[in-house]
């Protein structure tokens, strides 16, 4: 099973999808404090100049503490990529709404996960940060094909 010996690689891309954040529809690419900026130059190197840093100010997200690429820097080091790429759905302030209901409904109300109120809260959760428009799902579709052509001729 050597394909998947992930830390044995030359070199590996890691893209990991979020979404809630930025602009609706916009696919940014955010590199990630555990990696540094020998990590954001990588990122740059790959996805070009639309890369983000939150620790450089230039991304809709803060500083993240506990994230998968604190994982893939301990097991690769500089060998290893690593991108959030976060769509943006409805704006912060619904994005916070939304999950203070959710965080509510499970901490105060557990009995009613799956009664009206439950059912409701978390319908509103699943639709803001995963839109069923079909604009919103073609830009993640388009973005997506160019990241991952992007990571591939890295690779290549």
């Known amino acids: 099973m050597k394909d998947f010996d992930i830390a044995g ?3 590996v891309i890691i893209v990991d999808y979020h979404t809630g954040l930025g602009p609706y529809g916009y696919g940014e690419l955010q590199s990630e404090q555990p990696s540094g900026i020998a990590g954001f130059q990588r990122a740059v190197s790959v996805f070009g100049p639309s890369v983000t840093s939150p620790d450089l100010g230039t991304s809709s997200s803060v500083v993240v503490r506990g994230t998968q690429d604190e994982l893939w820097q301990r097991i690769l080091g500089d060998r290893h990529t690593y ?8 704006g912060a302030e619904r994005g916070r ?7 509510w409904l499970y901490r105060y109300r557990r009995d009613e996960i799956n009664l ?15 839109p069923e428009a079909n604009d919103w799902k073609e830009m993640v579709l388009c ?3 160019q990241v991952h052509r992007q990571a591939m001729n890295a690779l290549t």
């Open 116 to 130: 009206e109120l439950g059912v409701r809260i978390r319908q509103e959760a699943k639709l803001h940060y995963n």
């Open 143 to 145: 973005r997506s094909h």
């Open 9 to 11: 690689r030359e070199s």
């Open 83 to 90: 991108v959030a790429l976060e769509f943006g759905t409805y």
């Open 97 to 103: 709404e939304v999950i203070r209901n959710d965080h």
